[in-house]
């Protein structure tokens, strides 16, 4: 069965960079969100997006922004990127819930090393 | 704020035992709880979710989780544990009051080591 595509699968940036991450949701998902990932912490909310439209909205510093296109696929641009940006990066997509309260797929990460 | 607690860092288990990685919640409506596993270097694998019904919920590779509302808890367990089912398991609770594309909060993660 298709996933959740995710590139680059690796990245690394000098400080004050651009990063552009691309995320390619499983065929027929809706939704698209975007968590970030730590060394050994839990995944956190950044942002997500439902038919091209932003839908909600966590912890994104304001040098990052996103958008999800006409095919659905999305992209995390981050501009000045710091040393504390380097982190695991996932897209999950769903169907929309329509009351199903759908579960999440994760693809397999974006590693960001900020040199 | 919805949110949810691993209370263990670790569990080890030996292989055939039965496992329990423990998950407590705090939500202000009804809880819609899900259970994450990741192995190293990969995403994570959706197991099983709660929405409403039954309060044993089965889901993948053998795994079910109880939701005890009195207790606030969803605890996930397998009845005999894989050294394969070595990995780190994250709960997570979906934001209830927001939109389409609500958010999953999740907690700190529990690592689960099974050994022969």
């Known amino acids: 069965a298709a996933g959740v595509i995710q590139s680059p699968r690796h990245l690394i940036k000098e400080k004050r960079e651009t990063a552009t991450l691309k995320c390619y949701p499983i065929p027929r998902h809706d939704t698209v969100y975007w968590y970030q990932q730590g060394p050994g912490q839990d995944p956190q909310f950044l942002i997500s997006?439902?038919?091209?439209?932003?839908?909600d909205k966590g912890s994104i510093p304001d040098r990052f922004s996103a958008q999800q296109f006409s095919d659905y696929h999305s992209e995390l641009n981050m501009s000045s990127l710091e040393l504390g940006d380097s982190a695991l990066y996932f897209c999950?997509?769903?169907?929309?819930?329509?009351?199903?309260?759908?579960?999440?797929?994760f693809g397999p990460g974006t590693r960001l090393t900020v040199l | 704020a919805q949110s949810v607690a691993q209370p263990e860092d670790q569990v080890n288990v030996a292989e055939g035992n039965p496992l329990t990685v423990k998950c407590t919640y705090s939500v202000s409506g009804n809880p819609y709880l899900f259970w994450y596993v990741q192995y190293p270097n990969r995403g994570l694998q959706f197991l099983l979710k709660y929405i409403t019904g039954d309060n044993l919920v089965k889901g993948s590779y053998g795994f079910e989780a109880e939701f005890n509302k009195s207790q606030t808890s969803f605890h996930l367990k397998k009845p005999s544990a894989l050294v394969s089912d070595s990995a780190l398991y994250f709960c997570a609770v979906r934001d209830e009051n927001t939109g389409t594309a609500s958010k999953l909060t999740f907690g700190t993660g529990t690592r689960l080591q099974v050994t022969l």
């Open positions: 997006f439902y038919e091209k439209m932003q839908s």
């Open positions: 999950a997509s769903s169907l929309a819930d329509g009351g199903s309260y759908n579960e999440q797929f």
